[in-house]
């Protein structure tokens, strides 16, 4: 059964930093282009950043540029976003993602992936 696992969310105040995780169990993440997502209340769902199955390459939105970092530990099975400077503009529930067409590059476009976590929530405020 392919699963993945977001955590690492919670509370922090403007200039903070949290790490959130996604643990996939069922399939080998290094296989799969995998993507971070989020959705604020009200708002439509963006990708945030996302890694190449094929070679690594990373790629990220705009507001995340320069301030959140997306890694992958293979012997862990997990894909990891580092987010620091968190702005009150990064609350948000953040999704994790699993793509299966790994000759493509991965994408910040959330139809392009199969398989997602349930979320966990990020609160930025003072």
């Known amino acids: 059964q392919v699963q993945l696992v977001e955590s690492g969310g919670g509370l922090v105040q403007p200039g903070g930093s949290l790490r959130l995780s996604c643990a996939a169990s069922?399939?080998?993440?290094?296989?799969?282009?995998i993507g971070w997502f989020r959705q604020a209340p009200g708002k439509e769902r963006e990708g945030v950043s996302c890694i190449s199955s094929r070679d690594g390459s990373r790629y990220y939105a705009d507001s995340a540029k320069g301030r959140f970092t997306i890694s992958r530990d293979s012997a862990r099975n997990t894909v990891y976003l580092q987010m620091n400077s968190l702005k009150p503009e990064d609350t948000a529930v953040y999704y994790c993602?699993?793509?299966?067409?790994?000759?493509?590059?991965?994408?910040?476009?959330?139809?392009?992936?199969?398989?997602w976590g349930q979320g966990t929530q990020v609160t930025v405020s003072s």
């Open positions: 069922g399939f080998t993440m290094d296989y799969y282009n």
């Open positions: 993602a699993s793509d299966e067409d790994i000759w493509l590059q991965c994408s910040l476009i959330g139809t392009k992936y199969e398989n």
